[in-house]
């Protein structure tokens, strides 16, 4: 089993940044790759960006240039640095982990930018 903890939303202006956390349990030789998705209300959760245990990683179009998504391997944590938010980037952030080709999510974190 794996729980996920995410940290780091909030409220912040356009144009602000944000870094969401995530730390997994878990035996984290068997945590593969990570990552976040995100859902707005009225919409479908979608990819933002994820990473694999070696570094590799996969973004969205509306994530790239803007966000940077890191791991720390040693402390079984995945990051995300959110910068240049807009309004339309509001949502519920979720952690994303695959333990044994298994999907967990977190709980969900609130991102709302707003002036």
């Known amino acids: 089993q794996v729980q996920l903890v995410e940290s780091g939303g909030g409220l912040v202006q356009p144009g602000g940044s944000l870094r969401l956390s995530c730390a997994a349990s878990?035996?984290?030789?068997?945590?593969?790759?990570m990552g976040w998705y995100r859902q707005a209300p009225g919409k479908q959760r979608e990819l933002v960006a994820t990473i694999t245990r070696g570094g590799s990683t996969n973004s969205a179009g509306s994530a790239k240039g803007r966000f940077t998504i890191s791991r720390d391997n040693a402390k079984n944590t995945v990051y995300l640095q959110m910068n240049r938010l807009k309004p339309e980037d509001t949502a519920v952030y979720y952690c994303y982990a695959e333990y044994f080709m298994n999907p967990y999510w977190g709980q969900g974190t609130q991102v709302t930018v707003s002036s």
């Open positions: 878990g035996n984290s030789f068997s945590i593969s790759t």
